[in-house]
């Protein structure tokens, strides 16, 4: 079999340094070319330590750029947007990391992002990167755009809930606890260590702008009301959503478990983690570390009709690459895991 | 033989030799249950220690 042809666009960032490590050992992929205008002709480990011995790769500029079967985009959001008619003459297919094509209607964008978007004629033709909601579509897709790592943790832990009409979809709050890499890697006086070693920092109590992916793909025609929240925490990989959602019906604990079961009993990267004894009785961040899963675990208020749904991923892999590369595999018609199996580590 | 866990819902399989009291683990939830009967086939949650982590 032919490998496929890849080129990553922005490969200097966390994102695209774990596409690299990822794409580096799938067996029905290779790298062309990776760029960074900033590293230009330097050796790809230079920026991604952990790659050294693993590649001979230098960066090239966008400029140098050569005709490949699919482009991943890692440019920072905005830029995507500004690059893309060019960027598009140079392979069929398309696999956009940031949020520029996320949503598909330009007045959602405009609201969340407080700016115009600058290329509305392309919004549609991406098909939204969560697999678990959109796989039919990626089948026969040329362009993808990866979703939002807080929206992918949230949307996971809420569709069987709204799909199936069982909680009340005006009232669903969700706080998430993020790790720093989430941030990217440009430092800030926010970033420098005395100052951010240690915090719990509220970075986003309202205003969220994943929120923006929420409401799109969460839409199954009644409107939604969803009151976001983000906590930055002293871990650098990783997202836990706690999902507070109200119950339309008195169900069982064991109704829960069924619903969950029928939406994603089949889904190769989703498992429901509830258990009632052990150190790890709901989902761990720390345990999902570089693997693609998104583990999802529930418990129901015994005084109300309130369920709590605990949804975790690590960012940049269910939340960024791993999740590009599952849509990738999905696009070719490869095994979903292909690249993907790596379990994670115990103790970490 | 297939019984219910009591906590999931997901199918419990009796292999043939099952009997009375014996304890088996749900593969979806991981409870710990108890075979209380064989024909039918029932489980029930075997006790558990409560464990408090709050102050």
């Known amino acids: ?348 | 033989m297939k019984a219910e866990c009591p906590v999931c819902g997901a199918e419990i399989e009796f292999a043939e030799d099952t009997v009375q009291g014996e304890l088996l683990e749900c593969s979806e939830c991981g409870t710990e249950l108890e075979v209380v009967s064989t024909d039918p086939p029932k489980v029930e949650e075997a006790p558990q220690e409560e464990e408090d982590w709050g102050q």
């Open chain 1, 1 to 348: 079999m032919d490998k496929v042809k890849v080129t990553i666009v922005g490969a200097s960032g966390y994102t695209g340094g774990e596409l690299i490590r990822l794409l580096l050992f799938h067996p029905y992929a290779e790298i062309k070319q990776v760029t960074s205008e900033s590293w230009v002709g330097k050796f790809v480990y230079k920026a991604h330590p952990n790659l050294r011995k693993n590649t001979e790769l230098k960066f090239s500029s966008i400029n140098e750029l050569e005709k490949c079967d699919l482009l991943f985009l890692c440019l920072p959001h905005g830029s995507g947007m500004k690059k893309i008619n060019e960027l598009k003459k140079l392979a069929p297919k398309i696999i956009d990391l940031s949020a520029d094509f996320r949503l598909n209607d330009p007045a959602l964008y405009q609201k969340w992002y407080k700016s115009e978007h600058t290329n509305v004629e392309l919004m549609k033709d991406f098909i939204y990167g969560i697999p678990e909601l959109h796989r039919e579509e990626m089948k026969t897709a040329n362009f993808i755009s990866s979703a939002g790592c807080n929206a992918t943790a949230s949307i996971l832990g809420l569709y069987p809930l709204v799909k199936n009409n069982l909680i009340d979809p005006k009232n669903i709050t969700i706080e998430v606890k993020v790790g720093s890499s989430e941030g990217g890697n440009k430092s800030s006086d926010a970033s420098h260590h005395p100052e951010r070693s240690g915090a719990v920092r509220s970075y986003q109590p309202t205003g969220h702008r994943h929120t923006a992916e929420i409401l799109q793909e969460l839409n199954f025609g009644e409107e939604l009301n969803v009151n976001l929240s983000a906590t930055s925490i002293d871990m650098i990989r990783g997202v836990l959503a706690t999902i507070h959602v109200f119950l339309n019906d008195n169900l069982e604990e064991k109704d829960i478990w069924k619903v969950y079961r029928k939406e994603y009993g089949n889904e190769p990267f989703i498992r429901i983690v509830k258990e009632r004894e052990g150190n790890y009785r709901y989902p761990e961040p720390k345990l999902l570390i570089a693997t693609n899963y998104c583990d999802i675990g529930f418990k129901k208020d015994e005084f109300s009709n309130r369920l709590v749904v605990i949804s975790s991923i690590d960012n940049l892999m269910k939340g960024a690459a791993g999740q590009a590369l599952q849509a990738f595999n999905i696009m070719h018609g490869f095994e979903e895991r292909t690249g993907l199996e790596f379990p994670g580590l115990h103790p970490i």
